[in-house]
C-alpha cells in the first residue's frame, strides 16, 4: 500500500475476535453470511501489518465473563493488541469483586454494555447501571458508549451524573448515514461533545452507509462532523473490523480515513491515528 513506509504509528482502537457459535451472536443477520466464521489474533495480524497499523484494542461482542477472559488472554500473548474493552455485570450487586479480580490483568482498559440492544431505550438511566458505573473509575476503567443517534438525549442525562468518568463514543452513534440524514444527530452529537469526558472514534461509518455502494462522499459530512465537534484531540480511529467487512475491506478503510486526514495540520492527524487512543486507554 502506498505510503505504508512512511507513516507514523497507527492504532485499531475498536476490532473484534471471535471464535464463532450460532448461539452466541444472534445479531449476525442474513446478511452479515461473511461474518459468521472464526476471527482470530492471526488473522487481525494479517490485517494490520497489510495497512501499517501497529498497535490495537480489542472490544467485547458477546456479554459475558469468558469473553473477557478469552480476550485479554489474546492480548496477553500478543504484542500487537495493546489493550481490551471487556464486559463486566455492571448491574450486578457484586460488580466491585467482579472488578477486583479483573484489576490483577492489567490490559483490561475498559468495559462496554450492548446498550443499544437493550429492549428499554432508557437503560442506561437505570440506577444499578449507574451504579455499576461508579465502580469503574476506582479501576482507572475508560467506558464505551455503544448506542444508536436516538439514544443521545438519554446518553446526555446519563454522562453528566458521571462528569469524572472517562467515555468514549463508538462508531460516532450510527447516523443514518443511508438515509443522508444528518439531524437530530449533528445537533445530539454536539451536545454531548460540551462533556469533556467524552471521546468518540471514528469507526462504523460505512456499516451506516448503502453496503454495496458507499462512497467518500456520502461519508465526508459526518466525518467532518466528528471533527469539527471533537477535534483530533478527542478523536481516534477504529476499524470496527471484521464487521466492517460486510461494506469494506479494512484495507478501503483505511485509505479513506488516511485520506481526510491529510487535510488536517500533522498533529492533528497523529491524534487521530494513535496518541487519543494511547492517552485514553493507557496503552
Not at 458505573?133 to 448506542?147: C, M, Q
Not at 491529510?262 to 496518541?275: F, H, K, N, P, V
Request: hydrophobic share 40%; aromatic share 10%; proline share 5%.
Amino acid at each position: 500500500m502506498t505510503g505504508v513506509c512512511e507513516r507514523p504509528e497507527w492504532i485499531d482502537a475498536h476490532h473484534h475476535l471471535w471464535h464463532y457459535t450460532p448461539g452466541e451472536y444472534p445479531w449476525m443477520s442474513d446478511r452479515m453470511q461473511a461474518l459468521r466464521r472464526d476471527f482470530t489474533v492471526d488473522d487481525l495480524r494479517v490485517q494490520c501489518n497489510a495497512n501499517g497499523v501497529t498497535g490495537t484494542v480489542a472490544v467485547q461482542a458477546r456479554q459475558s465473563l469468558e469473553e473477557t477472559d478469552w480476550l485479554l488472554s489474546c492480548a496477553e500473548s500478543s504484542s500487537l493488541i495493546r489493550g481490551v474493552v471487556g464486559w463486566v455485570p455492571l448491574v450486578s450487586p457484586n460488580i466491585e469483586s467482579c472488578l477486583a479480580a479483573l484489576a490483577e490483568r492489567p490490559l483490561l482498559k475498559g468495559v462496554r454494555h450492548v446498550l443499544h440492544d437493550e429492549a428499554d431505550p432508557l437503560y442506561i438511566l437505570r440506577d444499578d447501571f449507574n451504579a455499576g458505573i461508579r465502580a469503574l473509575r476506582s479501576h482507572g476503567l475508560t467506558y464505551d458508549l455503544l448506542i444508536f443517534e436516538t439514544h443521545l438525549p438519554q446518553t446526555i442525562e446519563f454522562v453528566d451524573r458521571h462528569p469524572q468518568q472517562r467515555f468514549v463514543l463508538d462508531h460516532i452513534a450510527k447516523p443514518r448515514i443511508a438515509e443522508n440524514r444528518m439531524e437530530p444527530w449533528r445537533s445530539s452529537l454536539f451536545a454531548l461533545s460540551e462533556r469533556p469526558n467524552v471521546l468518540c472514534k471514528l469507526s462504523g461509518l460505512v456499516t451506516e452507509a448503502n453496503w454495496k455502494d458507499w462512497s467518500v462522499k456520502d461519508l465526508e459530512p459526518y466525518f467532518d462532523t466528528v471533527v469539527s465537534a471533537f477535534e483530533p484531540s478527542r478523536l481516534m480511529f477504529g476499524s470496527d473490523w471484521p464487521v466492517i467487512t460486510v461494506a469494506s475491506s479494512y484495507g478501503r478503510w483505511v485509505e479513506t480515513v488516511d485520506a481526510w486526514l491529510a487535510t488536517l495540520s500533522r498533529g492533528e492527524a497523529q491524534a487521530i491515528r494513535s496518541e487519543t487512543a494511547a492517552r485514553c486507554y493507557r496503552l
